[in-house]
């Protein structure tokens, strides 16, 4: 499967992202993505992590904004680089009804608020390749990729 890949045959989108659990602290991993220097700190989505440390795995990691923007140009970030995910900023691999898959040093799969106001598409619609900016909720969740 590749880094970048896709786990069809459900409603969710699940983009993965290769990576190494580096930790385990109760609820929580420390999941490191390939290639990056970021320590993403993520809920388990089960629960409880009984999977490899420090080898390389697929992960799903989900997320729920609370502000989504288009924005006209920057890089692709998770901030802070050492911690709980707070805001992302990448390009729009796939937008489905109310969630989309950002590509953003890792795949994160973000379900889009609904709240009015929230979305603000100052720099066109969210679609494939566009650049988004989304602040998140508390509690991106990471769950091992089948």
Do not use: W
């Not at 590749?2 to 992202?17: D, K, Q, R």
């Not at 502000?67 to 992302?88: A, M, N």
């Not at 390009?91 to 590509?103: C, K, M, P, S, T």
């Amino acid at each position: 499967m590749a880094a970048f890949g896709y786990l069809s045959g459900t409603m969710l989108l699940a983009h993965v992202t290769q990576g190494k659990v580096i930790a385990v602290n109760g609820s929580t991993v420390v999941f490191k993505p390939a290639n990056s220097t970021y320590e993403l700190h993520l809920t388990i989505a089960s629960g409880s992590y009984n999977g490899p440390m420090n080898e390389p795995v697929h992960a799903i990691l989900r997320a729920t904004a609370r502000k989504v923007y288009t924005v006209p140009s920057g890089g692709l970030f998770v901030t802070p680089i050492i911690g709980p995910t707070r805001i992302l900023q990448g390009r729009v691999r796939e937008a489905e009804a109310g969630q989309i898959a950002l590509q953003c040093t890792a795949n994160f799969n973000v379900t889009l608020p609904t709240i009015p106001g929230s979305v603000e598409l100052a720099r066109g619609p969210i679609q494939d390749g566009a650049l988004v900016n989304a602040v998140l909720l508390p509690g991106a969740t990471f769950e091992l990729a089948a």
